[in-house]
Nanobody, 129 residues
């Protein structure tokens, strides 16, 4: 079974930076390893739906971002250590949310919630104005 554990959330002032990490372990039920699967970040603010933030292919070759974070956030992964990262710069109060790491053994660069099969528990990011 796949396990995803996020860390790195916290409280930061507008304009600041945070780097989220997601440690992945295990193997998908299909047999695909975590390092051969696409991964992504989503976020959910109180009372709102879970929104796509960024996704990356299994080999680090391709990444895709939501328009709201393009140019400010960078997704990357270290397959040697099975860890996903999200570097968030120039944070805005609108970025306040619980951030979730997700893994998709079935799609190359998935951007939709239902395309992901495994989820972490989430880490809170709070940006003050």
């Amino acid at each position: 079974q796949v396990q995803l554990i996020e860390s790195g959330g916290g409280f930061v002032q507008a304009g600041g930076s945070l780097r989220l990490s997601c440690a992945a372990s295990g193997r998908a039920t299909s047999g695909r390893s975590v390092t051969n699967s696409a991964m992504g970040w989503f976020r959910q603010a109180p009372g709102k739906e879970r929104d796509f933030v960024a996704a990356i292919s299994w080999d680090n070759a391709n990444a895709y971002y939501a328009d709201s974070v393009k140019g400010r956030f960078t997704i990357s992964r270290d397959n040697a250590n099975a860890t996903l990262f999200l570097l968030m710069n120039n944070l805005e109060p609108e970025d306040t949310a619980v951030y979730y790491c997700a893994l998709s053994p079935r799609f190359a660069i998935p951007t939709l919630v239902h395309q992901y099969d495994y989820w972490g528990q989430g880490t809170q990011v709070t940006v003050s104005s």
